[in-house]
């Protein structure tokens, strides 16, 4: 059974590939991407999405803009990890028409109201938390969330607690999980605690440029600044690539384990944007979030492999290989 999904994105090279494996994955209806000033202004990132749909040949697929800023703190971009153009410098040319007269937020409300429709959030939540505060039903209504963002017990990646998503919109991230709270739901938390254990290396990427040389060189074209950037912040060979874990444990919930937690959002001061997990229940407050601190890397590649290039994961029998030393 397809399950409807509104993809919530700030393409950004990690959100792109994780555009690519939602449109690769029969288990999902992409009924539409909005897009949120996060690693890209909002207006580029609407522009990377289409050129993304159009790389899939899915330009049916409509794209919305949403914030162009957080709800409170000034925006601040990761063009610095993900390029000048948001898209790794590949400085593809630009996708003309397909403007949309709807805003993300009312997309959301009128798609979520016809009923069973899931929200996959790649970026900050303020795009969200714009939808509680001018239609709480509506936001209500999300059949599910799962936000890529926060961490439990890993580093942050913009200070030593908080993650981009979570730091870039500390308030409109708090708002989400306060909502969960109220309306008594859990948001899953694809956070860093997993996806630092979903790394791109040059060995897969050779890998599928072999086995698909359209599909490989395209993603080569999007993620090399990202890979340098890897290196030249922690002197990694590859690239953490977080958003399509998150569009992958939608669809197959055996990728992730973890544990249900109240969760605050920290709003200012030095640990902005940290994800406080109450792993031991002493607010004695309802679980509001999954807190999904497992995953493995060789389960995910096998799907997003098979499912960009249409394969059957028991043809890839390099992944095990390549993806020795890793847990799997
Ligand atoms: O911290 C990583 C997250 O922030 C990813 O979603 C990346 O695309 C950026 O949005
Ligand atoms: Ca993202």
Redesign the pocket.
């Known amino acids: 059974m397809k399950r409807k999904v509104i993809i919530d ?4 090279i ?2 792109s590939l994780a555009l690519m494996l939602a449109l690769s994955m029969e288990e999902l209806e992409v009924a539409g991407i909005t897009v949120v000033c ?2 890209s202004p909002v207006d580029m990132g609407v522009s990377n999405a289409k050129k993304v749909l159009d790389f899939m040949g899915r330009l049916d697929v409509p794209v919305f803009a949403g914030a162009k800023t957080p709800l409170k703190r000034e925006y601040v971009n990761a063009l610095d990890t993900h390029g000048s153009d948001g898209l790794g410098e590949s400085f593809l040319p630009e996708i003309p028409g397909y403007e949309q007269t709807l805003t993300a937020t009312s997309f959301m409300a009128e798609t979520i109201k016809k009923g069973s429709c899931s929200v996959i959030a ?2 900050p939540l303020t795009n969200l938390a714009t939808l509680y505060q001018e239609d709480p039903q509506a936001f209500g209504q999300i059949e599910e969330i799962v936000s ?1 963002g926060g961490s439990f017990r890993s580093h942050g990646n913009c200070s030593p607690v908080a993650e981009y ?1 979570y730091w870039a919109d500390p308030d409109g991230a708090a708002l989400v999980y306060e909502a969960m709270e109220s309306l008594g739901k859990t948001i899953s938390m694809v956070g860093l605690d997993v996806t630092r254990k979903i790394v791109l290396t040059p060995d897969l990427l050779e890998y599928m440029k072999r086995l698909d040389p359209h599909t490989g060189e395209f993603v080569e074209k999007i993620t090399k600044f990202y890979f340098d950037f890897h290196w030249q912040q922690e002197h990694l060979i590859g690239c953490v690539i ?2 399509p874990l998150a569009v992958a444990y939608f669809a197959d919930r055996s990728l992730c384990g973890g544990f249900e937690a109240y969760t605050q959002v920290e709003r200012g001061g030095v640990s902005m944007g940290q994800t406080v997990v109450d792993s031991t229940n002493f607010y004695r407050r309802s679980p509001n979030a999954l807190v999904l601190t497992q995953t493995y890397p060789l389960k995910f590649f096998r799907l997003f492999f098979s499912r960009l290039l249409g394969m059957a994961e028991e043809d890839l029998d390099l992944l095990p290989v390549l993806l020795k030393g890793v847990v799997s």
Request: with cysteine; proline share 7%; aromatic share 0%.
């Open positions: 994105c700030d393409p950004g990690d959100d996060g690693n790649l970026g890529m998503n977080n958003d």
